[in-house]
């Protein structure tokens, strides 16, 4: 059959097998920190995203109740009905 199975441990044994354990750890870690690094990022932009929304909110029920004229365009998208 002159197939050679892989001897995983004892391969590993040597100093090229310690470096590219080594190596992959090492890479692994640097994707985690980019992870962590993206997630950090993207929760902040949501945050400041749903803070946005919720003065555009707030600023747009003040105005709403604030108007006299009861033909705003605000006030009609308001009150039609789907």
């Known amino acids: 059959m002159g ?3 892989p001897r995983f441990a004892t391969d590993l ?3 090229s097998g310690h470096d590219a ?3 992959v750890n090492e890479a692994e870690i640097r ?3 980019l992870m962590r690094t993206y997630v950090a990022r993207r ?3 949501e945050s400041d995203y ?3 929304l919720s003065k555009l909110n707030v600023s747009v029920l003040h105005s709403i109740s604030g108007e006299t004229d ?3 365009n605000i006030r009609k998208v308001r009150d039609c009905p789907l």
């Open 21 to 23: 354990i080594v190596a």
């Open 70 to 72: 009861n033909s705003s």
């Open 43 to 45: 929760a902040k932009i």
């Open 3 to 5: 197939t050679q199975k």
């Open 50 to 52: 749903a803070s946005s």
């Open 13 to 15: 044994l040597s100093k």
């Open 31 to 33: 994707q985690l920190e």
